[in-house]
């Protein structure tokens, strides 16, 4: 399907979906894109054959040709008179659509150029340093730009080869590993840390040709980082992009260049300002809004003229990223200007809070988020999931970030739940979490202070 999304990009414009869309969805998705046809493996996607017979659209099936990955045939009307030997596509020509995720608004529809694309991937080679030799793995789904560009899309670009598994699965990453032999793989940190956890459970792995390892999409904890360094023996490399910008944007050099704890890097090639409310640039070390151009920059979102004007002008574009640069050029991330929250005027960032309560033993995953607030306007929530076999109270926990965050006034509420909701991308849905527990903080709930031992609220 990967060589297929690429084929179809070449001449007309995909639109690349997730698999696990109900009909619904797929219908509210299909309309909002106003899409000519759906691509669906043969056999498979029945929600999405419904969804398109629903609306009219035409449906094409591909049938994979013999035992190598990447021959196909498709087959439809669509395909009559199509003119596939027609004109090539151009620089400017639209190749994708991809949604951006949807974490704390509405999705975007952002349409991506084949200069913008090829632009990101030429950078992201020349960043890993990718040879024909090597074998990339990619754990991220295919439909988000950032596994395809990431995966498939950078190796081809390098002659390399691609190894494209079938959503991540953790029990398997042992056989994938020994099996396919990669050199570098990429895959966002809630993975990493499942594939830690087998690694725990079932013993060290065999020696293989594994050199690096790529983590994006969202924050990774400089403990796991180490961690996994040392479970796998090969270098960890953190980087950060978004859809508008072709998702890998900045990214930490390989050894033995400098990598930086907490970093995501430096730029791959985009040009990029920290600046000041007003527009203002900021110099380094201040914290500002990152601003990003350049040939892998989306010139503004489809069908969305007032985000456009707001986050797109003199060429530049409006990431809603807080950071700020180092004296070296590199890139340290300290939250989302939407996710900040406001707790009676103190300005906390759900990031920071999440990295310390992840630095806790009993802690497998973590989230912070606000929730509404009759006199603070914000308070500060959590949700934690606890490692198997492990043990922690709200108590522990809150006294455990008090005393590694100097100046933080604590959580009025942590909620341990099973598992965080997180979007296909690996990203926590903070909105989701703020709605979920949003009527379940007391109105009078402060956060605890250090004067006194904090109560279970």
């Not at 087998?198 to 969202?218: D, M, N």
């Not at 380094?284 to 707001?310: K, S, T």
Request: proline letters at 7%.
């Amino acid at each position: 399907m990967a060589a297929a999304q690429a084929a179809t990009a070449s001449f007309f414009t995909a639109c690349p979906l997730n698999p696990t869309h109900r009909r619904a969805e797929y219908e509210r998705v299909l309309g909002s894109l106003r899409a000519a046809a759906v691509i669906v493996h043969v056999g498979e996607a029945p929600e999405a054959r419904d969804a398109a017979r629903a609306l009219g659209l035409r449906v094409i099936e591909l049938f994979p040709e013999g035992n190598e990955a990447g021959i196909f045939r498709l087959e439809g009307k669509a395909m009559e008179g199509a003119g596939l030997l027609g004109e090539l596509p151009q620089p400017a020509g639209i190749a994708y659509v991809f949604r951006t995720s949807g974490t704390t608004s509405e999705p975007k529809k952002v349409p991506i150029t084949h200069a913008n694309i090829l632009t990101a991937a030429c950078n992201l080679a020349r960043s890993w340093g990718l040879q024909p030799s090597h074998r990339n793995m990619t754990l991220r789904a295919l439909f988000h730009q950032g596994g395809f560009l990431g995966g498939p899309l950078v190796s081809w670009w390098a002659g390399a080869a691609a190894i494209c598994t079938t959503g991540f699965q953790p029990a398997r990453i042992r056989e994938w590993l020994a099996t396919f032999q990669p050199t570098c793989y990429s895959a966002v940190p809630a993975v990493h840390r499942a594939i830690l956890d087998v690694i725990r459970e079932e013993g060290p792995l065999k020696p293989g040709r594994l050199q690096w390892i790529y983590s994006g999409a969202a924050s990774l904890p400089a403990e796991l980082m180490r961690d996994l360094e040392q479970a796998l023996g090969a270098a960890v490399v953190e980087g950060y992009g978004l859809t508008e910008t072709g998702t890998h944007t900045f990214c930490n050099p390989q050894p033995p260049h400098a990598r930086k704890a907490r970093s995501v890097g430096i730029s791959l090639g985009a040009e990029v300002m920290i600046a000041s409310e007003t527009g203002d640039p900021l110099p380094a070390g201040q914290i500002g809004e990152v601003f990003l151009r350049g040939d892998n920059v989306i010139h503004g979102y489809e069908d969305a003229p007032e985000e456009n004007a707001q986050l797109f002008w003199n060429g530049w574009f409006r990431t809603g990223d807080l950071a700020y640069l180092d004296a070296d050029g590199y890139l340290f991330l300290t939250g989302r200007k939407k996710e900040m929250i406001n707790r009676g005027g103190e300005k906390i960032a759900p990031r920071e809070v999440e990295e310390t309560l992840l630095a806790h033993e009993a802690v497998q995953d973590a989230a912070c988020f606000g929730v509404p607030h009759p006199r603070l306007g914000e308070e500060v929530a959590g949700a934690v999931v606890l490692r198997a076999g492990r043990q922690a109270s709200a108590r522990d926990l809150r006294r455990f970030l008090m005393a590694r965050k100097a100046g933080f006034l604590g959580m009025a509420r942590i909620y341990f739940v099973d598992a965080l909701p997180r979007n296909a991308g690996g990203k926590v849905l903070r909105r989701e979490l703020a709605a979920r527990f949003a009527n379940q903080l007391e109105p009078d709930a402060l956060a605890p202070s250090y004067q006194a031992p904090a109560p279970d609220l």
